[in-house]
């Protein structure tokens, strides 16, 4: 079956993206998981933090996302703005409304100011759900917010919440990369507690107005960045009196930086790029689980230049 990709990246969070709206409803979720597995490996020729697939929608287009590893995502705040710009660019027109698979409907719109030739796009988030219930996770208590989780560390304290995907948010002085992955990593084990997994982030506060994230993404690992791990901590700072509601925070990681706020009920905006690095055509064998051709396509040589300028901006202010 033949594919059309489109590798591209949000905060250096690196996916392809595949139109299914022409398939007719003939890609399986088993399809895309295989998918899933064998694009986004990263010993192959390829490799990816997942796949976002654009599908039919009453709305102007509708995203669904596998992991590297096979596992669908609820949400993705990195991918949801390069599936905007997609849909955008082919609808010739500037603010587009994409649906994710729980059926929330996220408006996005272009920001054309957000560094010098760099697309980027700014989502809006409905209220965060702090219930364990919506993480899940099984706790005693109404909500968890700067408590400690024994089970994962004696040391670091967690805000749990979910946007719809779930997250927990802890503040440290220094972030350890090693930490974190042991902590996220018993994390996705720890079933008794948090039965679906979940998205790890620790935050280092640097200002008033930015915060460096790490996260252990649920189905991917440690990544460059989390859309939706960004706004989490961004939400757990606020809720913990580290930042301000209603004032843009600058949320910088591996891979970049996002701009985000909050409101007064833990809704929020955040800001960040939508950015192409090159196309390709596939014919996959799903019987044989292995790709008949491959033809590469355009390189977007001018945004991977720019978002390269950006990274160097970026390590000048963090």
């Not at 250096?12 to 022409?22: H, K, S, T, V």
């Not at 995502?73 to 609808?91: D, F, K, S």
Request: a negative charge.
């Amino acid at each position: 079956m033949r594919f059309s990709l489109l590798k591209s990246q949000g905060s250096g969070n690196d996916f392809f993206l595949i139109d299914i709206r022409g398939y007719n409803g003939a890609i399986t979720h088993a399809m895309k998981k295989q998918l899933a597995l064998f694009l986004c490996d990263r010993n192959s020729d390829f490799g990816a933090d997942g796949i976002l697939y654009v599908d039919n929608s009453d709305a102007d287009g509708k995203m669904v996302i596998f992991n590297a590893d096979g596992s669908e995502a609820e949400m993705c705040g990195n991918g949801i703005r390069i599936v905007a710009r997609y849909v955008a660019e082919q609808l010739e027109k500037p603010d587009v409304v994409i649906e994710n698979t729980t059926g929330i409907k996220y408006p996005l719109n272009f920001v054309g100011d957000f560094y010098e030739d760099i697309t980027a796009y700014e989502l809006t988030f409905p209220k965060a759900d702090f219930t364990p219930a919506a993480v899940p996770i099984n706790i005693q208590g109404p909500k968890l917010i700067n408590e400690l989780i024994p089970e994962l560390s004696t040391e670091i304290k967690f805000t749990a919440l979910a946007l719809p995907n779930p997250h927990i948010a802890g503040f440290v002085d220094e972030i350890n990369e090693d930490k974190l992955k042991a902590i996220g990593e018993k994390a996705n084990n720890l079933h008794k507690v948090l039965p679906n997994g979940v998205n790890v982030n620790l935050g280092k506060i640097i200002s008033d107005t930015s915060i460096y994230v790490a996260t252990y993404e649920r189905g991917v690992g440690i990544t460059y960045s989390c859309g939706t791990g960004m706004f989490a901590t961004t939400v757990s700072a606020v809720i913990n009196g580290l930042v301000k509601k209603g004032e843009w925070i600058t949320l910088f990681n591996k891979g970049g930086y996002t701009k985000c706020l909050v409101n007064d009920d833990f809704s929020g905006r955040m800001i960040g790029n939508a950015s192409y690095i090159y196309e390709a055509d596939i014919d996959f064998d799903f019987e044989n689980n292995k790709l008949s051709s491959a033809v590469s396509g355009k390189k977007y040589v001018e945004e991977i230049n720019a978002y390269s300028n950006l990274l160097l901006h970026v390590n000048e202010l963090k």
